[in-house]
């Protein structure tokens, strides 16, 4: 019943899966919708539907941070993303 | 059949951060299902909590003399900061007021701070938000003013009840816990609970996935504890996951939105939070002039009636003011069908000329307007009665008992040779202290309920005394859990203790009240037949896990005892193992 061990990373893995997860997977959520929220005229139909979807994108990201095979992947992939959604929103306003 | 599963790695990845992320929330999720489910009825309890408001609803009420009746008693009435007055309805015979009056020090204010901008969040479409874009404007920075509420009774000529000493608080002391209220940055907490519960909720499924189908159909409460465990957790996670992710997303909502508003505000809005909320509340964005020239008729009641005559088919919920009094203030009609999901509406007049400047009809609702009505309703059960809330209510308890059965379940996996004694004993304790924690909450509401009704109405501070004896006795009882060993044994007291207890609610009710069984009023009734039911329920549970084993011998169930050598073992047996 418990997870087998031998599939499981190392503590300082884990830290930086958890840490991409939760913090990386957040920023990210959040610069995806802030694109969107760019982009788009009516910006009050974003903002409000962030309250939610933000949530949705932030779970996923929190679950695909823990299926890299190395944390410091995770967060470089992460931070990518996040550089790029700012590179984005630069342009878009 | 069988679905088509996760590979080696991800499962076990994934199952493991399930495990981990359940375990940490599981207590805190399980007091916030539980109090939350509670907290559905807080208003429909209103009338037994307060025997003084087992009155008839006035069916008319003029504005006018409640603002007469607040300034009558309140004689630093801030009256141009937004107040709201919400009417009465079947629950609640007093007129409710939110108001502000200016004061000297402002202490308070900043200790209510925090509290306030949940609450803010949780009741806007209540209407009772204590803060707005509007009155974070107008609030002068040498003036400082302190927020107050007072019921005023229609019936006694609208007699001023004033709440800075409130006659009771029973469900805002168990709404509040929903959110962890009581503690520092509680609602935060709370949040990041739902987002982990939300989390959790996914990998949960996505472990479950290759099983889903043939589990669904082998549900018994026959086998092994950890088969039953095993069993409980998973199908009534399935069964319950539409309901379970709607509350993990909307409480995550609840909790957390300001850290989504803020960087919206900055990147999209250029730093200015007021025009978020204008997207979300137009009516709170308006600017007004704190110095305008005083207006001289009074207003309110008028517009009130006029909003309903062009709503004639909803109900008026609630009145909010700004800047009352004044040229440029303007009060909101807050109206609610009670029935559909998104049957709630606001009409914005301009007290001078009423001239209608913001208009939400239910019926020609934008998605803007729309998402945060439907969330809160959704969140509150606000849409569909009584039984659509008993629903919830089950619910509720149906996922208590699956986050119960995941730490049984967790603990009784690893009860085996392949953990060392230590390990064990470290498992055995979070178990007890998680389930002392959880169940001990159980007779600990019904000591809030009876507390209610045997501290006297009359004494001062009665709420506080109400208080103290629900967390006391929340505290004695998790002590007392410590000290039993066997989880039947755990079990099997909390729910004698709690049964007896909740027997005793009504019976109170009965002696102090003089209301036995009030079927005229089914608000008061409706609570008595609750503690009943669930008394009734409570001594079942009992019968059926302790004196009656379903088919599972005797040794079994106290396999864990025996390979767990826990300290004290006076406790462990105390029925002779046949």
């Known amino acids: 019943m418990p997870a087998k061990q031998e599939y499981l990373s190392g503590r300082g893995q884990r830290a930086l899966k958890v840490s991409a997860g939760i913090l990386g997977g957040f920023l990210l959520a959040v610069a995806i919708h802030l694109v969107i929220g760019a982009a788009v005229e009516d910006k009050g139909v974003v903002v409000i539907t962030s309250a939610y979807s933000t949530f949705?994108?932030?779970?996923?990201?929190?679950?695909?941070?823990?299926?890299?095979?190395?944390?410091?992947?995770?967060?470089?992939?992460?931070?990518?993303?996040?550089?790029?959604?700012?590179?984005?929103?630069?342009v878009l306003l | 059949m069988k679905l088509k599963g996760l590979p080696q790695k991800a499962y076990n990845v994934l199952f493991h951060t399930h495990t981990v992320a359940g375990?940490?929330?599981?207590?805190?999720?399980?007091?916030?299902?539980?109090?939350?489910?509670?907290?559905?009825?807080?208003?429909?309890?209103?009338?037994?909590?307060?025997?003084?408001?087992?009155?008839e609803v006035p069916t008319t009420v003029d504005l006018e003399k409640v603002l007469e009746s607040v300034k009558a008693n309140k004689p630093?009435?801030?009256?141009?900061?937004?107040?709201?007055?919400?009417?009465?309805?079947?629950?609640?015979p007093y007129v409710q007021f939110f108001g502000a009056e200016y004061e000297e020090d402002h202490e308070e204010e900043e200790k209510?701070?925090?509290?306030?901008?949940?609450?803010?969040?949780?009741?806007?479409?209540?209407?009772?938000?204590?803060?707005?874009?509007?009155?974070?404007?107008?609030?002068?920075?040498?003036?400082?003013?302190?927020?107050?509420?007072?019921?005023?009774?229609?019936?006694?000529?609208?007699e001023y009840i004033g709440l800075d000493q409130p006659v009771t608080t029973l469900s805002d002391t168990i709404y509040r816990l929903h959110y962890l209220g009581q503690i520092p940055l509680g609602l935060y907490i709370s949040g990041f609970v739902a987002l982990f519960f939300f989390f959790a909720s996914v990998t949960g499924i996505l472990i479950h996935w290759r099983n889903l189908i043939t589990k669904f159909y082998a549900f018994t409460f026959r086998g092994k504890w950890k088969q039953i465990w095993t069993n409980?957790?998973?199908?009534?996670?399935?069964?319950?996951?539409?309901?379970q992710i709607m509350y993990a997303v909307t409480g995550a909502l609840f909790g957390l939105l300001t850290l989504l508003l803020i960087p919206s505000a900055f990147v999209l809005f250029g730093g200015d939070t007021s025009k978020v909320l204008a997207t979300v509340r137009p009516e709170g964005a308006i600017k007004v002039d704190k110095d305008a020239p005083p207006l001289d008729h009074p207003t309110l009641d008028h517009y009130y009636q006029k909003a309903v005559a062009a709503f004639p088919k909803y109900q008026v919920a609630n009145i909010r003011a700004t800047n009352h009094g004044r040229e440029d203030g303007f009060c909101s009609v807050y109206f609610d069908d009670h029935k559909t999901i998104n049957g709630s509406g606001q009409i914005t007049y301009a007290l001078k000329d009423g001239e209608v400047l913001i208009k939400t009809d239910p019926a020609k609702k934008t998605y803007t307007s729309s998402v945060l009505n439907t969330v809160t309703k959704l969140h509150f059960a606000a849409y569909g009665g009584w039984m659509l809330k008993i629903i919830y209510f089950l619910l509720g308890m149906i996922t208590c008992f699956m986050i119960l059965s995941g730490v049984l379940l967790w603990q009784e996996a690893r009860n085996n040779n392949r953990y060392t004694d230590k390990q064990k004993r470290f498992h055995h304790k979070v178990t007890k202290v998680y389930l002392a924690i959880?169940?001990?909450?159980?007779?600990?509401t019904a000591i809030i309920f009876l507390a209610n009704k045997l501290v006297p109405m009359e004494m001062i501070g009665r709420a506080t005394y109400v208080k103290s004896a629900f967390f006391l006795s929340w505290l004695i009882l998790v002590i007392a859990g410590l000290f039993w060993n066997n989880f039947r044994q755990l079990n099997r007291?909390?729910?004698?203790?709690?049964?007896?207890?909740?027997?005793?609610?009504?019976?109170?009710?009965?002696?102090?009240?003089?209301?036995?069984?009030?079927?005229?009023?089914?608000?008061?009734?409706?609570?008595?037949?609750?503690?009943?039911?669930?008394?009734l329920s409570a001594f079942t549970i009992c019968y059926y896990t302790y004196k009656k084993p379903i088919a599972v011998p005797q040794v079994k169930k106290h396999k864990p005892m025996k390979s767990v050598p826990v300290p004290s073992t006076s406790s462990v047996r105390q029925k002779p193992v046949s």
């Open chain 1, 56 to 90: 949705f994108l932030w779970v996923l990201f929190m679950i695909l941070a823990f299926l890299f095979k190395n944390g410091w992947k995770a967060w470089g992939t992460y931070l990518l993303g996040i550089a790029i959604c700012a590179a984005l929103i630069y």
């Open chain 2, 23 to 55: 375990i940490v929330i599981s207590f805190a999720l399980f007091i916030i299902f539980y109090a939350g489910s509670f907290s559905i009825f807080r208003h429909d309890i209103y009338r037994w909590e307060n025997p003084n408001a087992r009155i």
């Open chain 2, 76 to 92: 630093d009435f801030a009256e141009s900061v937004l107040f709201t007055v919400r009417l009465p309805d079947e629950k609640m």
């Open chain 2, 112 to 158: 209510e701070g925090e509290e306030k901008a949940g609450e803010a969040i949780a009741e806007s479409t209540d209407g009772t938000a204590a803060k707005d874009s509007s009155e974070v404007a107008s609030e002068a920075p040498k003036k400082h003013i302190h927020r107050f509420k007072a019921w005023i009774n229609p019936a006694n000529n609208y």
């Open chain 2, 232 to 243: 409980a957790h998973t199908v009534l996670g399935v069964i319950g996951l539409p309901f």
């Open chain 2, 438 to 444: 959880c169940l001990g909450l159980f007779p600990a």
């Open chain 2, 493 to 535: 007291n909390y729910m004698l203790i709690g049964g007896v207890l909740s027997l005793l609610v009504p019976v109170v009710n009965g002696l102090v009240t003089g209301d036995w069984l009030l079927f005229s009023d089914p608000y008061v009734v409706g609570v008595d037949i609750f503690w009943i039911f669930t008394g």
